[in-house]
């Protein structure tokens, strides 16, 4: 029986881009700035995980999203791109440098009156909100070694509906790697064998970029 996926070559990823995802000028910008960073512009989402983004916010009729791990700017300007004038989007990041990145192109973008930067560890900013305060839809995008504990406290934080979206499950196919025991890897094959067994959720993974789990709370 032939295979029931497609692999994808630096030009087919490229024709998928280019079909499938819309990369304006400000996204542009902004990841040829966060690309001359260097070897840690591997932190920002691709076009396509950007355009997924930016549908499934809107799909459900998103209003109030979370995003940990803001890095540069990408993905969140994706997630306020997909909610309404009035919707609002928490985004925690760590470091500050980045977020001076992304402050100038949210203005860019006209999406700041919609995005609170909260500095700090992740859990921080979820244990400081306020006890009744929900979301809508979450991504997951910080620390690898943390995935357990933030797939869990957004859960909590998250209606019946909404969606949590969580990247690099397939963390460069390390996952596969029994003898990769690191931190990261180890925290992140514990994540995606919980949620395959958790009722709590409807669950999708995705070959996107580098894996992408959509989890719907029942």
């Given at each position: 029986?032939?295979?029931?996926?497609?692999?994808?070559?630096?030009?087919?990823?490229?024709?998928?881009?280019?079909?499938?995802?819309?990369?304006?000028?400000?996204?542009?910008?902004?990841?040829?700035?966060?690309?001359?960073?260097?070897d840690v512009a591997v932190?920002?989402?691709?076009?396509?995980?950007?355009?997924?983004?930016?549908?499934?916010?809107?799909?459900?009729?998103?209003?109030?999203?979370?995003?940990?791990?803001?890095?540069?700017?990408?993905?969140?300007?994706?997630?306020?791109?997909?909610?309404?004038?009035?919707?609002?989007?928490?985004?925690?990041?760590?470091?500050?440098?980045?977020?001076?990145?992304?402050?100038?192109?949210?203005?860019?973008?006209?999406?700041?009156?919609?995005?609170?930067?909260?500095?700090?560890?992740?859990?921080?900013?979820?244990?400081?909100?306020?006890?009744?305060e929900s979301f809508d839809?979450?991504?997951?995008?910080?620390?690898?070694?943390?995935?357990?504990?933030?797939?869990?406290?957004?859960?909590?934080?998250?209606?019946?509906?909404?969606?949590?979206?969580?990247?690099n499950v397939l963390h460069?196919?390390?996952?596969?790697?029994?003898?990769?025991?690191?931190?990261?890897?180890?925290?992140?094959?514990?994540?995606?064998?919980?949620?395959?067994?958790?009722?709590?959720?409807?669950?999708?993974?995705?070959?996107?970029?580098?894996?992408?789990?959509?989890?719907?709370?029942?």
């Amino acid at each position: 029986m032939p295979p029931k996926f497609t692999s994808l070559d630096e030009d087919l990823h490229g024709y998928l881009v280019e079909h499938g995802s819309r990369q304006d000028d400000v996204l542009r910008r902004l990841a040829a700035e966060t690309g001359a960073l260097g070897d840690v512009a591997v932190m920002q989402v691709a076009p396509d995980q950007g355009a997924l983004l930016t549908l499934m916010v809107r799909a459900i009729g998103a209003r109030r999203a979370l995003e940990l791990g803001t890095f540069t700017g990408y993905s969140a300007i994706c997630i306020a791109r997909g909610l309404p004038p009035d919707g609002r989007l928490l985004a925690c990041e760590l470091s500050e440098e980045w977020t001076k990145i992304a402050r100038r192109y949210f203005a860019e973008a006209g999406v700041e009156d919609r995005i609170e930067l909260r500095l700090g560890p992740a859990m921080d900013a979820l244990r400081a909100l306020p006890v009744d305060e929900s979301f809508d839809f979450a991504f997951i995008d910080a620390d690898k070694s943390g995935y357990p504990e933030y797939y869990e406290a957004v859960l909590d934080r998250l209606r019946a509906g909404g969606v949590v979206m969580i990247d690099n499950v397939l963390h460069g196919g390390a996952v596969l790697d029994r003898d990769d025991d690191s931190p990261g890897n180890r925290a992140i094959r514990e994540l995606n064998e919980r949620i395959a067994s958790d009722e709590r959720v409807d669950v999708a993974m995705l070959g996107v970029a580098d894996g992408i789990t959509l989890a719907l709370k029942r």
